[in-house]
């Protein structure tokens, strides 16, 4: 999909990580190859009843998460999606339809399955279309959680075209500014554009302060979390991931500019779809009608040129990164830079497994009757 994946090596020894991503790993945790990663999502999701077509492009779009060093956002996700299933919020068997298709714009229902089948689905359809029109937008309903929002962009830029996407979310975390009850998702925004160097343009952001995937990754590694990250109900700063977890009011990104983009999510991915308003959303248990929304530009449309409008692009950002840096052991990089250079490292040495996830992951693949493909060598102590 969007990183090839080499041939198996089932566990490679501890590895030093480059400086970058997001990813909240041991910077010494043990390394799976990706190749082992993604079979174990494919046992997982196919245990739990998923099609093989829809086990593959959900495996591709959480390990591809992975290999970016968007850790809160690859196989992490899978006891959250576990759950989601034990309680009625999802379906591994959805069936996912286009409600209506006028062109350059169409309506997806996702049927409460996981978003990347629907989001991929609206990817390609947008990139087709995008194609005739110069410009495609396609919204998707009664979703789920759908992964990291930049996998989606980025498969658009490689394709040549500028993509944005934006998502809901199942329930809220981000606290409106100034008040003491979360309202609004982390609703995340992605947006790329192609180079002609072969990696785009990437910016995959919440509009939280930190996602709720990394209060789960502080939680795992037993840490404490940034202040500015989270809130308690009396508006002070809390510090322990375990009840941020159980009652999460997250900050919003840059306060009221935060909050106004997450609801600038809210309408792109709810509103417009019909999903599920966030900040009223049912009570837990029932389906979670996520809403996502995907938006692909051929900028040859525009420009009269896509290499031209490419060649253009990495003058900027090379630009960017000639700037003086404060330290100069640390160089000025542009969105992206930080993920292609987890990526590289990971598809060499492997993708780091930390015990607790090991051992989250054995047990609910104990429980749905599937393989546990990471006990080998120590890779799951």
């Given at each position: 999909m969007v990183a090839?994946?080499?041939?198996?090596?089932?566990?490679?020894?501890?590895?030093?990580?480059?400086?970058?991503?997001?990813?909240?790993?041991?910077?010494?945790?043990?390394r799976v190859a990706s190749a082992t990663w993604r079979r174990q999502a494919l046992a997982i999701l196919s245990a739990w009843g998923m099609s093989d077509a829809h086990a593959a492009v959900t495996a591709d779009?959480?390990?591809?998460?992975?290999?970016?060093?968007?850790?809160?956002?690859?196989?992490?996700?899978?006891?959250?999606?576990?759950?989601q299933l034990g309680n009625g919020g999802a379906t591994a068997t959805p069936n996912i339809e286009v409600v209506h298709d006028m062109g350059a714009?169409?309506?997806?229902?996702?049927?409460?399955?996981?978003?990347?089948?629907?989001?991929?689905?609206?990817?390609?359809?947008?990139?087709?279309?995008?194609?005739?029109?110069?410009?495609?937008?396609?919204s998707i309903r009664n979703s789920n959680h759908y992964g990291a929002a930049g996998v989606y962009v980025r498969r658009l830029a490689e394709q040549g075209l500028v993509g944005i996407s934006t998502s809901s979310v199942w329930r809220a975390g981000i606290v409106p500014t100034g008040g003491l009850a979360p309202k609004l998702g982390t609703n995340p925004i992605a947006f790329a554009a192609p180079s002609a160097r072969g990696q785009p343009f990437l910016l995959d952001m919440a509009t939280s302060t930190?996602?709720?995937?990394?209060?789960?990754?502080?939680?795992?590694?037993?840490?404490?979390?940034?202040?500015?990250?989270?809130?308690?109900?009396?508006?002070?700063?809390?510090r322990?991931?375990?009840?941020?977890?159980l009652d999460p009011l997250l900050a919003p990104l840059g306060g009221h500019k935060g909050y106004g983009?997450?609801?600038?999510?809210?309408?792109?991915?709810?509103?417009?779809?019909?999903a599920a308003l966030t900040p009223l959303r049912g009570k837990p248990g029932q389906k979670h009608d996520v809403g996502h929304f995907i938006?692909?530009?051929?900028?040859?449309?525009?420009?009269?040129?896509?290499?031209?409008?490419?060649?253009?692009?990495d003058r900027m950002v090379d630009g960017l990164r000639a700037t003086d840096p404060i330290d100069p052991a640390h160089p000025v990089m542009v969105a992206g830079d930080p993920e292609y250079a987890r990526e590289a490292d990971r598809l060499a040495h492997g993708i780091p497994l930390s015990s607790k996830l090991a051992a989250q992951l054995r047990e609910i693949a104990e429980r749905a009757g599937a393989a546990f493909l990471f006990e080998r060598e120590g890779a799951s102590t």
């Open positions: 090839s994946i080499p041939s198996d090596r089932p566990v490679i020894r501890s590895q030093q990580e480059p400086a970058g991503g997001n990813g909240m790993q041991s910077e010494t945790a043990e779009v959480l390990v591809a998460a992975d290999l970016m060093g968007i850790d809160s956002h690859g196989l992490t996700l899978l006891p959250l999606y576990d759950q714009v169409a309506l997806i229902d996702g049927d409460a399955g996981f978003g990347q089948v629907p989001g991929m689905m609206a990817v390609d359809m947008a990139a087709e279309r995008a194609g005739r029109f110069g410009i495609s937008a396609i930190a996602a709720i995937g990394k209060l789960k990754l502080a939680q795992r590694a037993e840490t404490e979390l940034p202040e500015g990250w989270a809130l308690t109900r009396q508006g002070t700063p809390q322990d991931p375990n009840l941020a977890l983009l997450a609801t600038m999510v809210e309408v792109l991915s709810s509103v417009l779809s019909g938006l692909a530009l051929d900028p040859a449309m525009i420009r009269g040129s896509r290499a031209a409008f490419e060649a253009d692009l």
